[in-house]
Each structure stands twice: as structure tokens, then as C-alpha cells.
């Protein structure tokens, strides 16, 4: 999500880390800083908004004096995009300075913990708690002092750590987020992506999950959590920057795609305690669903279809009626609102146009709003009632992915846990809480079980329309796969309702039509069968999206995409993911500019 970017060696190192920080720009950021190291002191210099900034500040690096640096690009999740929330963060003596990049899953423990033996904190971020734990534990050994911070820490990090005693050498660790260090000549480095190192090395070592690193300008050490030396082989770089920006991957939308596990991971994982579902920035769960007769779900596009998606759990365990409605029609449509109306505002950017009037529209009219939004600090989110952020990290590609499957994932624990709060739910809560937390593994096997996409894409990219059929939970994925597919394949794609096929639009059904057939909730699977036969027997060509065991569909279809065994009320998550893909793959046949296509912006500012 964030970057970090580190120096040491005989060059002054603030000009470098700002060099670095400006590679990582790409990644999307909010605020920068940089720590740098010079006679026994750390000098911190931090911004809110571009590196330019930072630039202008530190007369592009010169102001600063010393050799060994760290520095940061944040991208807000923990508290909103300021100076105070910038990284690096400094320890309340001052020895420490850290940068970080991931999320800490129990900070809010440590934090108290932290607090209540007299840690002053400055920021609200999750970070800081680990700055506060080095100084704790700092007995004159920085490695050691970082294994016993490391051994409290769960969640994801890539850290870089300097400390005023030990001038000229810096630190790493990495658990779970990308760290890789730059082997130089009389100088070292170390960042999240190779794209902050290819101008100064391509000689670099990839750390793994559980290792540390001490680098000082003549050596780079590793070493393993008990403190024991490992070898490590260096390897050398052979992208060029924009393979590398993209993590080897030919386009960000599929760098997205297979991002969603930890996407999803990153959601869900720091909000289920001992079998529960704990939004902290809910406050009093209890009085802001007590009362609720009606919840209305606003967006648009992509965000419209995650609620859509969401609608179903929402009501099946909360027994709340649910609407879903375009925030561009919600906003002229006179609504039936008042303050027993829970308006929940989806929105991956936070910034769309027609979902701000719609929510400023229901505001006025006394419904409470609660937001689910991804981008830190942004319109939608200053404005509610209630934000839960969906914590995606930055999204670049135009077409929505782990936005929209982070998206589904809030509104899924955000029914477990009013469920819970309106008496609904008892026992089953546990049970509820290990299948979300099931869903970032599920989503990897929808990636993995579908190896044979490429060639359905050769097979189906020249079609003139694709049409997504499904019932319940299956109808409202099957809208946002036509969605994806139309927008960066331009291929002409519907979803229907199967049940609504015979009610005028099987009559567009002729001879090896392609026909994307969602059959993923048993419950109504017998009746979407039904819809497939009458389809099949008018010459379409089924391309039916399943379990690997379901014999009855495996038997009717002509392709098949497979997703893991999942319970309908959450599988819209990893049902998405073969669609995104199908999607992915016909566009590149079909030569498209998938990143950026054309007509389509990423945040519409505009109604
Ligand atoms: C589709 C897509 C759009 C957005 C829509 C809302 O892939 O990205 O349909 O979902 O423009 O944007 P946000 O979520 O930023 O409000």
C-alpha cells in the first residue's frame, strides 16, 4: 500500500530518498517524510500531499545533512492523510525513527497496553505502536530489541528502522509486504519495490517473511527470528521500470486481481477478535442499528453491484428490508427517508459525484449515513455518520476489482455484526466469523482453479454480445462480470435474471450465442439449470461458472469456470474473481487498452 524507500552509504541520503520516494509515486500517496541520520541525532521532515512538497522543503534534500535515511509515500488507512499520521515516526526519546508499510492487526492492544506504561503517541496511526515497542525494548542492541517487537506484532510489515546510536546503519524486516534490498558499491538499500533501486543496482536481495536485515554502507547481513545468520543469494533485476512498477505483471488490473487475497485479507483479518465481528469506528454498534426499519444501499457502477452483492446477506441476518438503489436516480427520486433509515454509501474513491449528492439528499432527510469507502480522508468519508474503510490500498487500473470485492467483504461483516447487535445471531456468530475469514483463500483457489482462461478468451473475445445469467446472489456477481467485461473488452455484455430470460430477451438467443452461466448457490442451482437447457436448446454456447464437483451443470456446459466451495450467503467474493479474469483475458485478445479504457475515468467528479 505505502513505500518505503532507505540509504546508506557515503552520498548524502535525503536527495536519494526523495529520488526513491518519487519512483513509488505511481503506487498512489497522500503524504511523504523521510528520516535521516546525522551525528548522533534523526532529523524528521514530513508532508501532507505530493513529494514535490517535501522537496520544496528540504531545497530538494540538500537542507538535510547525513548518510543514512529512511523514508515513506503513505497511502491513509489508520487515521486521516496528515502530517502528524506521515511516516517516519520517531520514539518519545527520539532514538528511533521507523517507516512502515502494511497493517498491524492488533495495534489497538498494544496501543493501550503502550499508553497505559506511559507512551506519549502523536499520531493515530498503527504504526506507531511499533516505534513505541522498540524503545521498550532497546537494552543497547537494536537486532534484539527488533525480534522481541517483531515476536508482538500480528498483521503484515515490511519496517525500516534507524536508531541515533548506531550512525550509518539501517535496518529491515519483513512480514508478509514486500521488502527487497539494493546491493551497491560502498553503499546500500533498501525498498518495497524494485522501482525506488533499478537507478542505483540491479543486484538485489529479496527478504522472505520472518527475516531481518542490518545494512551498513560496506555489508548487507541477514538473519533469521532467533537470531541466527542466513545465507542469501543475491538475484539480479531484469524488468525495466514499467514491468516493475506493475510487479512483473502486464497490466495493474491483473496485478489487482491477484492482489485480492491480501486485499481481502487486509479487510477482514484486523476486525474479527475471539470469533466476533468489531468495527472500533462503529462505536456503539447497538444505538446505531436499534431503530433502523430500512436500509438503503446508494453508489454507482461497481460499487452499486458490491451492494447488490451485499443485499442478500444483509437481509437474510439482520430480517432489516434492503434497498439498493443508483445514487443518480436516489438523488431526483423524492425517497422515502427518515431517521429510521440507515443509508450505507459505497464508495472505492470516495469522490463520485452522484454518490455525494445522493448522500447529501438523505442526509437532509434524517437518515443516518455510514460510508464504506477505500480512499482515506475523502468527501464521502468526512461526510458520513459512520466510515468503515475497506483498507484495498491503492487501486490504479480504471476497472474496479479489489475495490469491489473489499467492498463486499465490509458489507458482509457489517451483517454479522448488526445481526449480532439486534439479538439475531448468537452461537452462530463463530461460525459466520471463520467463513469470512476463509474468504482470501477461497479467493486464491478461484485464481488457481482456473488455469484454462487465456483459451476460453480466444474462444469467446470476438463474440458480438456475451450475455450473465444467474439467480439471487449468482445475478448480482453476474452484474458485475457483464460490467467488467463491457468496460475494457467492449464486447456487448448483459446480465439478466435467468428467471426473466423468457420474458422477451431469449428471443436474442440464436445459434452459438455465448451464454455465462453463474451457478454458484445451491439453493435455486436446479432452477438456473432449468434456464440453461431452455438457452442450450435454442443454440447457445454455455461457459458455466460452478463448483468442481456439481456433475449436473458439468454435464449441460460446454466451458466451465470453477470456484471453491463456498456458503452463498458470502460466495459473491470469489465467485467475481474467474468473471474478472474472463474479462482481463478477452480485452487482451481483444487488444484493448485495459488499464485506462477508453470513455472511463477512475474517480467521476462530474454527475
Ligand atoms: C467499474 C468502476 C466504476 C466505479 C464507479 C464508482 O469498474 O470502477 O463503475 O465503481 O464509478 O466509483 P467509486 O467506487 O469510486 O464511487
Known amino acids: 500500500m505505502c513505500g518505503i524507500v532507505g540509504y546508506t552509504g557515503t552520498q548524502n541520503a535525503a536527495p536519494i ?3 526513491g520516494l518519487k519512483k513509488l509515486e505511481y503506487r498512489g500517496y497522500d503524504s511523504a517524510g523521510i528520516a535521516v541520520m546525522d551525528a548522533g541525532s534523526i532529523s524528521v521532515n514530513k508532508v501532507k500531499g505530493r513529494i514535490a512538497n517535501l522537496c520544496e522543503r528540504t531545497d530538494d534534500g540538500s537542507s538535510v545533512s547525513g548518510t543514512t535515511g529512511i523514508g515513506h509515500t503513505r497511502w491513509a488507512t489508520h487515521g486521516a492523510p496528515t502530517e502528524e499520521n506521515a511516516h517516519p515516526h520517531l520514539s518519545n526519546d527520539g532514538r528511533f525513527a521507523i517507516v512502515h508499510n502494511g497493517i498491524i492487526e492488533n495495534y489497538m492492544n498494544l496501543r493501550e497496553e503502550l499508553i497505559s506504561d506511559g507512551y506519549v503517541f502523536q499520531s493515530e496511526t498503527d504504526t506507531e505502536v511499533i516505534v513505541h ?12 530489541a527488533l525480534i522481541r517487537t517483531a515476536n508482538r506484532l500480528s498483521g503484515s510489515y515490511a519496517l525500516g528502522v534507524i536508531c541515533s546510536e548506531e550512525p550509518g546503519r539501517i535496518y529491515a524486516v519483513r512480514e508478509k509486504s514486500p521488502l527487497i534490498l539494493g546491493l551497491g558499491m560502498g553503499e546500500n538499500f533498501f525498498a518495497s519495490d524494485v522501482t525506488a533501486l533499478v537507478n542505483h543496482t540491479r543486484n538485489v536481495i529479496y527478504l522472505e517473511d520472518g527475516e531481518f536485515a542490518e545494512l551498513t554502507p560496506e555489508e548487507i547481513r541477514v538473519f533469521d527470528v532467533t537470531g541466527r545468520e542466513l545465507i542469501k543469494t543475491p538475484s539480479r533485476i531484469l524488468w ?3 514491468a516493475a512498477e506493475k510487479g512483473g505483471y502486464e497490466h495493474f488490473m491483473l496485478k489487482e486481481i491477484m492482489e485480492q487475497p491480501a486485499a481481502v485479507k487486509a479487510t477482514i483479518a ?42 442478500y446477506a444483509l437481509e437474510k441476518l439482520t430480517r432489516i428490508p434492503v434497498e439498493v438503489v443508483l445514487a443518480s436516480e436516489l438523488r431526483y427520486s423524492d425517497p422515502l427517508i427518515d ?18 449528492a445522493a448522500m447529501k439528499e438523505c442526509s437532509q432527510r434524517g437518515a443516518r449515513t455510514l460510508a464504506v469507502v477505500n480512499v482515506v480522508g475523502s468527501t464521502v468519508a468526512t461526510l458520513a455518520d459512520y466510515t468503515v474503510y475497506t483498507w484495498a490500498g491503492p487501486e490504479i487500473a480504471v476497472a474496479t476489482t479489489k475495490g469491489y470485492t473489499t467492498q463486499v467483504a465490509v458489507l458482509y461483516m457489517l451483517s454479522v455484526c448488526f445481526a449480532r447487535a ?15 475469514q476463509q474468504l482470501p483463500r477461497l479467493i486464491q483457489q478461484a485464481i488457481d482453479l482456473n488455469p484454462s482462461i487465456p483459451l476460453l478468451a480466444k474462444k469467446y473475445h470476438a463474440s458480438k454480445a456475451l450475455f450473465f445469467i444467474g439467480r439471487n446472489t449468482d445475478y448480482a456477481v453476474a452484474l458485475e462480470g457483464a460490467l467488467k467485461m463491457k468496460e475494457i473488452s467492449y464486447l456487448h455484455a448483459e446480465a439478466y435474471a435467468a428467471g426473466e430470460l423468457k420474458h422477451g430477451t431469449i428471443a436474442l438467443i440464436e445459434e452459438h450465442q455465448p451464454v455465462v452461466a453463474l451457478c454458484c448457490n445451491p439453493d435455486i442451482m436446479e432452477k438456473t439449470l432449468s434456464n440453461i437447457v431452455e438457452v442450450k436448446s435454442r443454440g447457445a454456447e454455455v461457459l458455466a461458472l460452478t463448483f468442481r464437483n456439481n456433475q449436473k451443470i458439468l454435464s449441460v456446459a460446454d466451458d466451465l469456470l470453477f470456484i471453491p466451495a463456498v456458503s452463498a450467503l458470502f460466495s459473491a467474493v470469489p465467485e467475481i474473481v474467474p468473471l474478472q479474469l474472463l474479462a482481463y483475458h478477452v480485452a487482451k485478445e481483444n487488444g484493448c487498452d485495459i488499464d485506462k479504457p477508453k470513455n472511463l475515468a477512475k474517480s467521476v467528479t462530474v454527475e
Open 240 to 242: 525495466d521500470v514499467q
Open 339 to 356: 431517521s429510521e433509515t440507515l443509508l450505507i454509501v459505497i464508495s472505492q474513491s470516495g469522490e463520485t459525484a452522484d454518490t455525494i
Open 133 to 144: 515497542l522498540l524503545e521498550m525494548y532497546y537494552r543497547g542492541n537494536v537486532r534484539d
Open 270 to 311: 484486523p476486525r474479527i477478535r475471539d470469533g466476533a465481528v468489531v468495527f472500533e469506528e462503529l462505536r456503539d454498534v447497538g444505538e446505531l442499528i436499534s431503530g433502523v426499519r430500512k436500509i438503503i444501499i446508494t453508489a454507482c457502477g461497481s460499487a452499486y453491484y458490491a451492494g447488490c452483492a451485499g443485499k
Open 17 to 19: 530518498l526523495l529520488e
Open 422 to 436: 439486534l439479538g439475531r445471531i448468537g452461537e452462530e456468530e463463530k461460525m459466520l466469523t471463520e467463513e469470512l
